[in-house]
């Protein structure tokens, strides 16, 4: 948890300056060494703002993830009403330089655990588990697993628009509003924006840890926009 350490108050990362922002003393506050020492190569997956487009096409559905300015961050292409085991995100289009990968962990079960895996380590950055139950009947909810394979926390639809969205005639028109919570706190929320030709989902970190790869988040976003039901 990031504090002001003048006021204690709750800190807000802010993109454009690379500095946090106190809300109550309204002043920026510089990261600490630990925070700034995450690799310039990996500022990437340490931002508080993400969206990630569909683009519903004949065959593929493609998707991409874009930070706040509409810069595109990585790329991945879906074949039409089929999950991959092994969904891959790439630099771009082109898809030559893989970024990570989300690999499914026991094929049996269709809603099971997915690696979010870092292609050039190989390691793995932490896991995503669909819940079937509560996610076919109720709302749909993914917990989230860390490299080490304990439960930090999960994304979670709002409890009656989840029900809506799947009893109500055209409850499926209804974008998904979901929280991501670690540890029992809600550090940020994911929205849905319906597209004539896709959708967005757009990330909003609120009290995003420092050290929480995104990737493992926007891994879960991909997931579910590639398993949506269909809805036009
Ligand atoms: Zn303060």
């Not at 999950?83 to 499914?104: C, G, Y």
């Not at 588990?129 to 749909?140: G, N």
Request: hydrophobic residues 40%; aromatic residues 12%; positive net charge.
């Amino acid at each position: 948890m990031n504090v002001c350490p003048t006021c204690t108050g709750q800190l807000t990362w802010v993109d454009m300056y690379d500095k946090w922002f106190c809300h109550q003393c309204k002043r920026y506050v510089e990261p600490t060494k630990q925070q700034a020492q995450i690799p310039k190569s990996m500022t990437l997956w340490y931002g508080n703002n993400y969206r990630i487009r569909k683009k519903v096409l004949t065959v593929w559905n493609k998707y991409w993830i874009e930070d706040p300015r509409g810069r595109k961050l990585g790329f991945a292409k879906q074949k039409m009403f089929r999950l991959k085991e092994d969904i891959r995100v790439f630099t771009d289009e082109k898809m030559k330089k893989e970024l990570f990968r989300i690999k499914q962990q026991q094929i049996l079960d269709l809603w099971a655990t997915f690696a979010v895996i870092d292609s050039q380590t190989n390691a793995a950055l932490g896991y995503i588990r669909r819940k079937a139950l509560s996610s076919t009947f109720v709302r749909d909810e993914w917990e989230v697993l860390n490299a080490h394979r304990q439960l930090v926390g999960g994304l979670y639809e709002e409890k009656g628009r989840g029900l809506a969205r799947k009893y109500i005639p055209g409850g499926s028109l209804i974008p998904e509003k979901m929280a991501f919570e670690l540890n029992g706190l809600p550090v940020a929320t994911v929205n849905q924006q319906f597209k004539i030709i896709g959708d967005i989902w757009n990330l909003q970190g609120l009290n995003l840890p420092p050290d929480f790869d995104r990737r493992v988040l926007l891994g879960s976003m991909l997931l579910m926009g590639m398993i949506e039901r269909q809805r036009k």
